[in-house]
């Protein structure tokens, strides 16, 4: 995780949405954080860390001097973004075998009603 930090840009600034994303409306809306748990950005960060997930939404890019400090601001946020990146794998894990259980089940069905 932190080497891809290190080495592409837009990582960074996937990775600063993913933090804004888990902000709680009121404090995306405050620019602050407002609730002790441990997700969303810090209250040291939480300003400009949502002055840059909104700048990166209204489809600006940040400047380099910006992307340093997302850079290493961002690399304190490991831990939560590998989190995130494995709750969406269990999802889509999850999501592939349901979709197989349903395909063997319709196999089965035609299976059965051809021998009927």
Not at 12 to 21: E, K, L, Q
Not at 75 to 90: G, T
Not at 97 to 112: F, M, N
């Amino acid at each position: 995780m932190t080497a891809g930090l290190l080495k592409h840009d837009v990582l960074v600034t996937r990775a600063v949405t993913a933090i804004y994303n888990a902000q709680t409306a009121d404090e995306k809306n405050g620019k602050y954080t407002n609730w002790d748990n441990k997700v969303g950005f810090n209250r040291s960060d939480a300003k400009f860390g949502c002055s840059l997930a909104e700048q990166l939404a209204k489809g600006k890019t940040l400047s380099p001097k910006q992307l340093a400090a997302a850079r290493r601001m961002m690399i304190k946020y490991r831990s939560q973004l590998a989190f995130q990146a494995n709750c969406k794998l269990a999802v889509a894990v999850a999501e592939g075998l349901a979709g197989l259980v349903a395909y063997a089940a319709s196999v089965q069905d035609e299976q059965v009603a051809t021998a009927a």
